[in-house]
Every structure is written in structure tokens, then in C-alpha cells.
């Protein structure tokens, strides 16, 4: 029951390229949505009580919102596909066909709050990761970069969850200024955690399953979201 919770740690301490398929994709894949749901809950409680005025917060997320104007099936499917497209599908091999429009993505969506520092640390990442891409076009560039990106893949794994963690500052409206720096990247603790557990998934499991634990994943805190505040 917790080999997955093995594999999954001893892999983010060391991410590689290198593919290993699961045994027993299918208890894989729900222990790691069991584990993500659990560790989200308990990172979002340690956050409620770290920062002050947090209830304000909860409040001032534009989910809700969205689930209004999209409704819960975009919620959960046609988030999940979008942002596993940007932040997961780029990871493995070096390929340019991937990383400019992810890039491009990434800029699009912290662009709208480019005022806070998170959002243009985002989108410096965006314009690196597109940069990238486009240098890959060249010929005579692709071995040196495939070669660097497989060397430099544990900080490429990490930056993709880091920034799919800041983007979701977005979700927060005028509130948002009222907390420091640091207190925003508590905020975005579990989304950090769960960009890691897809990061993970894709890696060892394929995209369509890191898009499936996505949605899924995202399934459960809806629930959970609509029991907490039916009480």
C-alpha cells in the first residue's frame, strides 16, 4: 500500500529521465490521489494558520467563480487538461515543439498581475522556457540543449512545479495585497505539493495518467469544498 509513497519520495529526491513504469498502475494511481488529497488538506490547515486573515482569502477565491461562469465539468477536465499541457507535458526529453507554447502560456497567464514579483519571476520563467524552445529550432543548438536539459532535469522538475504553484496566485483577488511575499508563497504550499505528485505521475505513469490524477485530484477538493461550506 505505501510503495507508491516510496517511489514517489526517492523519485523527488532525485527526478531523471529515465523511465521506469509502475507496477499495479491502477493502486499507483489511487494511492498517489488518496496521498495528494490528504497532504493538500493538511498543508492548506497549516496555512490557514500561518497567515493572518486567511478566511478573507478562502473568500476571495475566483474558483468559485469559474465554476459559476464554466461550470464544474471545466473545473474538473479542462483545467486539468490546460495546465497539465503547459506545466507537465514539457517534461521528459528536450522538445521544442513543447516548450514554446508553454512558455508563451505561462507569460499569458501571470501577465495580468505582472505588478507582483511572483507573477514576473513567472513570467521571466515563461520568456526562459520559450527562449529554449526557439534556440532548439536551430540545428546545430539541439544535442548541446538535450544534453543540458537531461543534466539540469532536477531543477527543470522543480521550476515547473514551483511556477505551476505561483500562477495560482491568480485565483486570489484584491485580498491578496494584503499579505507579504512570503505569506504568498505559503499560500500556493499545496499546489506546490500537488505539482510535484503530477510532475511525478508523468514521469512514471504517462501524461493521459498525470491529466486523469489531475482531474481527479481536483474532483475531490471540489467535494470536499462544496461539504465544508454546505456545513
Same mark, same amino acid.
Given at each position: 500500500?505505501?510503495?507508491?509513497?516510496?517511489?514517489?519520495?526517492?523519485?523527488?529526491?532525485?527526478?531523471?529521465?529515465?523511465?521506469?513504469?509502475?507496477?499495479?498502475?491502477?493502486?499507483?494511481?489511487?494511492?498517489?490521489?488518496?496521498?495528494?488529497?490528504? =497532504?493538500?488538506?493538511?498543508? $492548506? !490547515?497549516?496555512?490557514?494558520? %500561518?497567515? +493572518? *486573515?486567511?478566511?478573507? #482569502?478562502?473568500?476571495?477565491?475566483?474558483?468559485?467563480?469559474?465554476?459559476?461562469?464554466?461550470?464544474?465539468?471545466?473545473?474538473?477536465?479542462?483545467?486539468?487538461?490546460?495546465?497539465?499541457?503547459?506545466?507537465?507535458?514539457?517534461?521528459?526529453?528536450?522538445?521544442?515543439?513543447? =516548450?514554446?507554447?508553454?512558455? $508563451? !502560456?505561462?507569460?499569458?497567464? %501571470?501577465? +495580468? *498581475?505582472?505588478?507582483? #514579483?511572483?507573477?514576473?519571476?513567472?513570467?521571466?520563467?515563461?520568456?526562459?522556457?520559450?527562449?529554449?524552445?526557439?534556440?532548439?529550432?536551430?540545428?546545430?543548438?539541439?544535442?548541446?540543449?538535450?544534453?543540458?536539459?537531461?543534466?539540469?532535469?532536477?531543477?527543470?522538475?522543480? =521550476?515547473?512545479?514551483?511556477?505551476?504553484?505561483?500562477?495560482?496566485?491568480?485565483?486570489?483577488?484584491?485580498?491578496?495585497?494584503?499579505?507579504?511575499?512570503?505569506?504568498?508563497?505559503?499560500?500556493?504550499?499545496?499546489?506546490?505539493?500537488?505539482?510535484?505528485?503530477?510532475?511525478?505521475?508523468?514521469?512514471?505513469?504517462?501524461?493521459?495518467?498525470?491529466?486523469?490524477?489531475?482531474?481527479?485530484?481536483?474532483?475531490?477538493?471540489?467535494?470536499?469544498?462544496?461539504?465544508?461550506?454546505?456545513?
Amino acid at each position: 500500500m505505501f510503495q507508491p509513497i516510496r517511489e514517489w519520495w526517492q523519485f523527488l529526491l532525485h527526478p531523471h529521465l529515465e523511465k521506469a513504469p509502475v507496477s499495479h498502475p491502477n493502486q499507483h494511481f489511487f494511492t498517489l490521489l488518496v496521498f495528494q488529497c490528504v =497532504l493538500s488538506v493538511l498543508s $492548506l !490547515l497549516a496555512v490557514s494558520f %500561518a497567515i +493572518p *486573515n486567511f478566511e478573507k #482569502l478562502a473568500n476571495d477565491n475566483n474558483v468559485q467563480k469559474m465554476m459559476q461562469e464554466s461550470g464544474p465539468i471545466w473545473i474538473l477536465l479542462g483545467a486539468a487538461l490546460v495546465e497539465e499541457l503547459i506545466f507537465r507535458l514539457p517534461l521528459g526529453m528536450y522538445r521544442s515543439r513543447f =516548450l514554446i507554447p508553454s512558455g $508563451l !502560456l505561462i507569460i499569458m497567464l %501571470a501577465w +495580468p *498581475n505582472n505588478t507582483n #514579483l511572483w507573477m514576473q519571476i513567472s513570467i521571466a520563467f515563461g520568456m526562459g522556457i520559450m527562449v529554449l524552445g526557439i534556440l532548439g529550432l536551430h540545428y546545430d543548438y539541439k544535442d548541446l540543449l538535450r544534453n543540458t536539459w537531461a543534466r539540469g532535469f532536477p531543477g527543470v522538475f522543480y =521550476l515547473f512545479a514551483g511556477v505551476f504553484a505561483l500562477v495560482h496566485l491568480s485565483n486570489y483577488g484584491s485580498t491578496l495585497a494584503n499579505i507579504n511575499l512570503f505569506q504568498m508563497l505559503l499560500l500556493v504550499v499545496p499546489q506546490f505539493l500537488a505539482g510535484l505528485t503530477f510532475g511525478y505521475a508523468r514521469m512514471r505513469m504517462g501524461f493521459l495518467n498525470a491529466v486523469a490524477l489531475h482531474a481527479a485530484y481536483n474532483g475531490v477538493l471540489l467535494i470536499l469544498g462544496l461539504l465544508f461550506n454546505s456545513q
